[in-house]
């Protein structure tokens, strides 16, 4: 076989092996299906004792269904035939007369993980990789395979459709707590446990008689309650996916087959056709950096702050050394303490949570940079300031270190003139909050050495960020789309509308966060320096200059166009909202990105619908600012 490598051992067991051939992660396509397929026939003929199915990847199990292939749905007898080709090959599985086990190592995305839950026995191997999930609703569709069938069947109709109606994943040791897997087990041993349970004959255990009553009786109660939470999160007109998943299990068993119309619906709707495009976009960031070997061990942060802090703290999390420094040990101790609560709430393992802590080192004198394969720096904006840091850094570096700027809004060019070697400062520019935000912009300024930006993009990608390679301007691609929107939506209270009225309207139209809660947040002294500078503002909206005159500065002075109570904006009900607001709010963010493709900021439209969504959140179901535009020409 072209895919697969089956084995058959004196113990009459059988290993089947994915490794799909000329790819260096495994999918599910149509060639992979039809070889499994014709596996399962010729243990028709010759039933084995247990079959054992594992990856022969490095990089993990089973990453999910061939996404290209959706691409090429343009019927409706093509979407079926699609959903019908995995339901009926495991459920097929699912029926043999000999135990089979599914052996998880890495990641075990959607089809990956429909094909393990039609096995008898789950083995997860308990290592930081492995991780397990049905995040077909990120991509605007449904786990048609099984999933909806199986997976509240095996964990309880609550816990499936958190991961379900999310596409959040699980790892080794909560997939066992849970039940979805049957053991966890290190990897040392994991050959020989898989052999030693396929053989046991253990009996899967039962789910609790309140959780079977849930997938029985009382599924009604279970769907009501679902959709109302998914209600808080997502309109069924922008995302049909996770009330679709709801439907088919309630009323068709999890069965998609058995409601053809919805499978059209979805599979051929705006929704999934433009997160899919998403997720193209996201594999091409994650392409940036592939061509340099540059591999980060040690890391030197220079401003503790909070974005300088929260950036050390996240290198930490991602296993890096990291040296934090500041004036004062009184300074970097807040960067600390928000470290350690990351590392607890992220890590959740105490022993993980410790070695991170031990990784991310108070460095007052800097000594750090002598050892550090990136430096970063996070001071505050001030030319003349980052002048005499760079003076005094650059003699420090070792040979081939990363020198970096998280500037946000000054030009590199005019950072680097007192560099012996210019070429070399690289901006890697992180969002706030650095742990929730998954885009970075890596900034290229003019003469930049090419080979520093690809170690740049590399950096990103090893710390499981999203690079995106852009050119030295004021707010480059991110921060330059958001000051006119805001502006604008600040413009719009000006007329009379209140805040509460104007975010209601961004937020019906799929953004995260309204405008002008998002101003209260960044600070609205420098939301209307940013305004100035990025906009070409001459006059700042009246109702921003009265609230900065007044000290009314947003969440960090604990009033602005909102009043802030722990954390969170209090906010009054919204009036009516007037017809097209949301569209007039979101143009100049349009216009504004058009002009810096046309400008060369950023390389294309694609990349700039990247940035915008990774960068922003902006609305994921349109598929991007100039996505949308385009759709409606």
């Not at 396929?198 to 109660?221: H, I, M, T, Y």
């Not at 220079?302 to 040990?329: E, H, K, N, P, Y």
């Not at 007044?550 to 909202?577: E, H």
Request: hydrophobic letters at 50%; a neutral charge.
């Amino acid at each position: 076989m072209k895919h697969w490598n089956l084995v058959k051992e004196d113990s009459g067991i059988v290993v089947a092996t994915l490794d799909k051939a000329g790819e260096s992660a495994n999918i599910l396509s149509a060639e992979v299906l039809v070889e499994f397929s014709q596996i399962l026939d010729q243990l028709d003929l010759y039933q084995p004792k247990g079959l054992i199915i594992r990856s022969g990847k490095d990089a993990g199990f089973i990453a999910g269904a061939d996404i290209q292939e959706f691409t090429l749905l343009d019927t409706a007898e093509k979407s079926r035939a699609l959903v019908a080709r995995g339901w009926d090959l495991f459920n097929r599985l699912a029926a043999v007369p000999y135990p089979t086990l599914s052996l998880v190592r890495g990641h075990c995305m959607g089809g990956g993980l429909e094909l393990s839950l039609a096995c008898r026995y789950i083995l997860a191997v308990d290592e930081p990789g492995t991780k397990m999930a049905l995040p077909e609703v990120m991509l605007g569709i449904f786990p048609g395979w099984g999933g909806m069938l199986r997976l509240p069947q095996r964990v309880g109709p609550t816990a499936a459709f958190d991961m379900m109606l999310t596409g959040k994943s699980i790892d080794a040791q909560r997939a066992k707590k849970m039940g979805l897997a049957d053991d966890a087990v290190p990897p040392r041993v994991m050959e020989q446990a898989a052999r030693q349970l396929v053989l046991s004959g253990q009996p899967r255990g039962k789910l609790p008689l309140l959780q079977r009553l849930l997938n029985g009786p009382l599924k009604a109660v279970v769907a009501s309650g679902a959709r109302k939470q998914v209600a808080k999160k997502a309109r069924q007109e922008h995302y049909p996916a996770p009330y679709a998943i709801i439907d088919i299990w309630q009323h068709h068993h999890g069965n998609a087959l058995a409601a053809p119309e919805i499978i059209e619906r979805i599979i051929s709707s705006p929704t999934a056709r433009n997160l899919v495009r998403v997720f193209f976009l996201q594999e091409r960031l994650k392409g940036f950096g592939k061509e340099s070997a540059v591999k980060v061990r040690r890391v030197h942060v220079i401003g503790a702050g909070s974005m300088g802090g929260d950036i050390a703290a996240w290198c930490a999390l991602r296993g890096l050394t990291v040296t934090l420094q500041d004036q004062s040990l009184e300074r970097i101790a807040p960067a600390v303490q928000r470290a350690q609560k990351l590392f607890a709430r992220r890590l959740r393992d105490p022993l993980l949570a410790r070695a991170a802590f031990d990784r991310l080192i108070p460095d007052v004198n800097g000594d750090g940079v002598a050892h550090a394969d990136v430096v970063i720096e996070a001071i505050f904006e001030d030319v003349a300031a980052k002048h005499a840091l760079f003076k005094a850094v650059e003699p420090r570096l070792k040979p081939g270190a990363l020198l970096a700027t998280n500037t946000s809004s000054l030009k590199l060019e005019d950072l680097r003139t007192v560099l012996d070697r210019p070429d070399r400062l690289v901006g890697i520019h992180f969002f706030n909050p650095v742990a929730m935000m998954p885009l970075v912009e890596v900034v290229q300024a003019e003469g930049a050495d090419p080979a520093m930006l690809q170690a740049a993009c590399a950096f990103v990608r090893q710390i499981d960020k999203l690079p995106l390679p852009v050119k030295s301007a004021p707010g480059f691609l991110v921060n330059a789309v958001l000051a006119p929107y805001l502006l604008a939506a600040m413009r719009a209270v000006d007329e009379g509308l209140t805040p509460a009225t104007v975010d209601a309207a961004m937020l019906a139209f799929g953004m995260p966060m309204g405008p002008i809660e998002l101003a209260d947040t960044v600070g609205l002294d420098i939301a209307m320096a940013a305004g100035q500078q990025l906009a070409g503002a001459s006059q700042a909206p009246r109702c921003l200059q009265g609230k900065v005159a007044q000290g009314q500065l947003g969440k960090k002075s604990g009033l602005g166009f909102y009043a802030w109570r722990d954390g969170k904006a209090v906010k009054p009900a919204a009036d009516a909202i007037p017809a097209g607001l949301a569209e007039r709010l979101v143009q100049p963010l349009i216009e504004r990105a058009e002009q810096l493709v046309a400008a060369g900021i950023v390389a294309d439209a694609d990349l700039a619908d990247a940035g915008v969504i990774f960068g922003t959140g902006f609305a994921p179901f349109t598929g991007g600012p100039l996505n949308m535009q385009q759709a409606s020409l």
